[in-house]
């Protein structure tokens, strides 16, 4: 059996993979790996007297880009 090549793979095609092949324990970290090189983008500091408001906003933001997509 030749062995996968998960860097060939898209972030789609990864996710895929490993939802579909649960067990292989590599496909899981490699698409962690691939997640924790991504950017973070910090939404408000815990001490923002805005915060709820920022963090809500940046879930209706996600969700609508996930129906919109």
Do not use: C, W
């Not at 698409?31 to 991504?38: A, I, V």
């Not at 709820?52 to 209706?60: G, H, L, N, S, W």
């Amino acid at each position: 059996m030749s062995r996968i090549n998960y860097d060939t793979m898209s972030d789609t095609q990864l996710k895929e993979y490993f939802l579909k092949h649960r067990g292989d324990e590599a496909a899981f970290q490699a698409y962690l790996d691939r997640l924790g090189q991504r950017p973070r983008r910090i939404i408000a500091r815990p001490d923002d007297p805005d915060f709820d408001e920022k963090v809500q906003a940046a879930i209706r933001q996600k969700l609508k880009r996930s129906k919109d997509s």
